[in-house]
């Protein structure tokens, strides 16, 4: 398999920023490699009926923190390359339309978000993403990764 087309989704959390360092490496070995990296807003997490304007401001600002560290700290020695995207949806379904719509080559992402409290109610969104996604799904783990690849 060659991979000139990555998809890093990340919701910003230090798990999630596991991956960064495994994305910089797929950049620094294979000049030809594209990164995308995705933040989605999953408005089911919130009461976004009753303060809409306050999730969208508090969503507005981690989706610019998201895109400061991705332009200026995590990828600023390959602006060319990297591209960052938010989207609105349900995360898991979100990502994989993502990959399939845009012929992802490989996921890489975190083991997972935010909090024990999120993956509680609502399951891991990378275990989510490794059993549905239409393409390869490499989790990093701190300094360890685990590969999960759909046949």
């Known amino acids: 398999m060659k991979v000139q087309k990555v998809l890093f989704p990340t919701d910003g959390s230090p798990s999630a920023d596991a991956a960064v360092e495994t994305v910089q490496n797929y950049l620094e070995l294979m000049p ?10 999953s408005k089911s997490l919130y009461a976004y009926d009753f303060v809409p304007d306050v999730v969208d401001e508090y969503e ?5 923190e998201i895109q400061t560290k991705v332009e200026t700290v995590w990828f600023s020695k390959w602006p060319d390359r990297v591209e960052f995207l938010h989207l609105t949806g349900l995360p898991v379904q ?15 992402m975190g083991s997972h978000g ?6 509680m109610l609502l399951g891991s969104v990378s275990q989510g993403v490794i059993h549905r996604s ?13 590969t999960k690849t759909n046949s």
């Not at 030809?32 to 807003?41: A, G, H």
């Not at 935010?114 to 993956?119: K, Q, S």
């Open 114 to 119: 935010r909090g024990a409290f999120d993956r």
């Open 134 to 146: 239409p393409v390869s799904v490499l989790v990093a783990r701190g300094n360890a990764t685990k």
């Open 60 to 64: 507005a600002k981690l989706s610019r």
């Open 94 to 108: 979100t990502i994989c339309d993502y990959a399939a719509d845009n012929k992802i080559d490989l996921i890489v």
């Open 32 to 41: 030809d490699v594209k990164v995308t990296v995705l933040y989605v807003t």
